[in-house]
């Protein structure tokens, strides 16, 4: 059997002549989202891509406006999140904007107002279907396992803040799908809700 250790990653230039001619021909939310999470992640370039997304705020496209908040939670920024958020008129209604929300309150210890959120999130995703991504039925219907999953284990974190462990129990074990991925399960609050509490946040 061949093993993946055998198989190298496209070098740096490739990718990013790659990433360029791609981004030349397609301008879409979808492209530009996936073009700065590759400087982000691939790149670790977070300046050049947040300056990326914030130039196409304007379009108020939900995808766009996560895409730029999640890197900057991940950068310890969730004061601003909050702030670009609430100026998208999708804010309120959005499942993915309100479960961003719900993280960047979360973060900063608004935890009753993180769970009002987290709880909207959860009720628009199973009424409206989520993601609407034009995607094939079974690849939306694990996406959205996941991204359910995921709110529970935030509501988990919550509870378990506010020291309520029995709920923060019930939506633990809510979001630990069985035979679906065991990498979601989760018993205890994730290190980084903490990670920017009780600190100066940074914006």
């Known amino acids: 059997m061949v093993q993946k250790k055998h198989f190298s990653p496209p070098k740096r230039k ?6 360029a001619h791609s981004i030349a021909q397609d301008t879409s939310p979808l492209s530009l989202s996936c073009f700065a999470s590759q400087l982000y992640y691939y790149f670790h370039e977070p300046t050049q891509a947040i300056s990326l997304l914030e130039k196409f705020l304007g379009s108020q496209d939900p995808l ?3 895409t730029l908040c999640d890197i900057l939670l991940k ?10 958020i609430r100026d998208n008129p999708n804010a309120l209604f959005d499942p993915l904007m309100l479960a961003t ?3 960047a309150l979360l973060k900063i210890g608004k935890i009753p107002e993180a769970i009002k959120l987290f709880e909207r999130s959860l009720h628009a995703a199973k ?4 993601p609407n991504n034009g995607s094939p039925w079974l690849t939306r219907k694990l996406l959205s396992l ?13 509870y378990f803040t506010l020291k309520n462990l029995k709920q923060a129990n019930y939506h633990y074990k809510a979001g630990n799908l069985l035979l679906f991925d ?22």
């Open 182 to 203: 065991i990498s979601l399960w989760r018993y205890y609050p994730s290190q980084s809700v903490y990670s920017t509490q009780n600190h100066n946040i940074s914006c």
């Open 146 to 158: 996941g991204y359910i999953a995921g709110i529970h284990h935030n509501l988990g974190d919550c």
């Open 101 to 103: 929300q719900g993280v």
């Open 64 to 66: 766009l406006c996560t």
């Open 127 to 130: 009424t409206k279907g989520f």
């Open 75 to 84: 950068e310890g920024r969730p004061i601003p999140v909050l702030y670009i």
């Open 14 to 19: 490739v990718t990013a002549q790659r990433m």
